[in-house]
């Protein structure tokens, strides 16, 4: 029996529901691993069972409920060790209590702290109304931290070695410490953000801290490289579980208001090749009926009236803030495809929304103001909004004022929306393979794995 590789990523702004085609695949295509392959504990993919059974995957694998089903956190995901022990702690009153056992993790892999933790949060408090919309979680500083001080930065494997790991803490703290100022943070927040702060004044907490995340290598010693690729050439079929969306990529999304991750074909195939895993891997695009976002950031197809659609598991408020829905968004999702990489087809959740909202309708289209205030608004006047998005995606690798110029472009867009509402999933669907060119593989009508539907047997 030959392994089979799928990857799943979202073509969004995340929230497009990974964690239900996850579970539904693990179970029709009898998955033994489900990898890790970019972010850290800012990710949450909602997982219902049929028998009323919730959990919200943040670090584990969404195909966790299934026996036997492995999660491997491979490099270069960022691990967060307390945090994988608390919501081990939340899938055993779910009923799973195996899954320390069934989790393996790269000794590579950089570790978030609480120190990470409180240095983010306190810089999103300093941003104010300003703010990018980080979860709050500390992935984007783990990573800000290992840029600039990579012989400070904390790995997996240091964890084995606790009076090594001790020395990183301690070193990390107090540059963490040194490089947050409170210059400029508005008086409402400074309380919380004096809060953080002493987090990283603490200097009791490294100990602390480093004796908890023990308990997690006891039950998941350091994965060396043998044994992570090894996992990724048993028989059977491996899917790879992305976190956030293309939308949100640190290098293709819409700077500043990205994360601090790989939202990337590119991103898997890597991965699989550092494990000597060269098979071809079936990538599949995953998407809502209609566009959702957290936070702040461009949203031209946000419209209030939406909100009528239920967001069971995703709140306003917290550190990303406001939860807002929109119409399905051609624009956005040819940029999208135009980011991600090669697709082999489409996996589109919340097809029963049609019933609950007969107004949506395709953005086809964006509107701006005609004034040429700089470079991207003066291409703006010589083309129509939705050609400049899609063509100005080419920039650089890296080249975040060029993304932060789309940004400015997105925040003046209005949607041009079709005369008519779509009428139905099936039609939804059939607009959508003609948009994009890709077949809708699979298709959820609900928010269990009974109601996603194989749509497409051939090849996928």
């Not at 690729?229 to 949100?248: D, I, K, N, S, Y």
């Not at 489409?346 to 004034?371: I, N, T």
């Amino acid at each position: 029996m030959a392994t089979r590789l799928v990857s799943v990523q979202g073509l969004g702004f995340g929230d497009c529901g990974k964690g239900l085609f996850i579970d539904a695949l693990c179970r029709a295509m009898q998955a033994h691993t489900v990898v890790r392959f970019n972010g850290g504990a800012q990710a949450a993919h909602n997982v219902v069972l049929p028998d009323g059974r919730h959990h919200t995957f943040s670090q584990f694998g969404a195909g966790s409920f299934h026996p036997g089903v492995h999660t491997l956190l491979a490099f270069p995901v960022i691990v967060h060790p307390t945090a994988l022990l608390v919501e081990s702690s939340y899938l055993q009153r779910a009923g799973v209590t195996d899954a320390l056992q069934r989790l393996v993790i790269d000794a590579r892999c950089r570790l978030t702290t609480p120190f990470h933790q409180a240095a983010g949060r306190m810089r999103e408090l300093a941003r104010g109304a300003a703010a990018h919309g980080s979860c709050g979680v500390g992935v984007g500083e783990t990573v800000r931290h290992d840029l600039a001080h990579p012989e400070l930065t904390l790995r997996y494997a240091d964890l084995a070695t606790p009076v090594r790991a001790l020395d990183k803490l301690e070193a990390l703290r107090t540059t963490l410490l040194a490089a947050v100022s409170h210059d400029g943070v508005p008086d409402d927040v400074r309380a919380g953000w004096h809060e953080e702060q002493a987090v990283l004044r603490d200097g009791a907490l490294a100990r602390r801290w480093l004796e908890q995340a023990q308990q997690l290598v006891r039950h998941a010693p350091p994965a060396p490289h043998a044994d992570v690729a090894a996992r990724l050439h048993l028989p059977g079929t491996v899917l790879f579980e992305g976190a956030q969306g293309v939308l949100l990529d640190e290098w293709r999304g819409f700077h500043p208001y990205t994360t601090w991750s790989t939202i990337h074909t590119s991103a898997v195939e890597a991965v699989a090749a550092d494990a000597g895993q060269h098979g071809r891997i079936t990538h599949l695009g995953a998407m809502r009926s209609y566009l959702t976002r957290h936070g702040n950031g461009p949203f031209p197809s946000h419209d209030p009236r939406l909100d009528l659609l239920p967001e069971r598991h995703n709140a306003a408020g917290g550190w990303q803030g406001i939860f807002r829905r929109g119409h399905p968004d051609l624009v956005l999702l040819r940029y999208a495809l135009a980011a991600i990489g090669r697709l082999d087809g489409l996996l589109v959740s919340h097809l029963d929304a049609f019933d609950r909202a007969p107004a949506l309708r395709w953005c086809e289209g964006y509107e701006v103001p005609l004034v040429a205030h700089g470079a991207y608004e003066a291409q703006l006047c010589q083309r129509n909004a939705q050609d400049a998005v899609i063509g100005l995606h080419q920039g650089a690798r890296g080249d975040l004022e060029h993304q932060a110029g789309l940004t400015a472009l997105l925040q003046q867009a209005a949607p041009r929306l079709a005369a008519q509402p779509i009428a139905s999933a099936a039609q939804f669907i059939e607009q959508l393979e003609q948009a994009t060119g890709l077949p809708v593989a699979w298709g959820a009508f609900g928010p269990t794995w009974q109601t996603v539907r194989r749509l497409k047997t051939d090849r996928l």
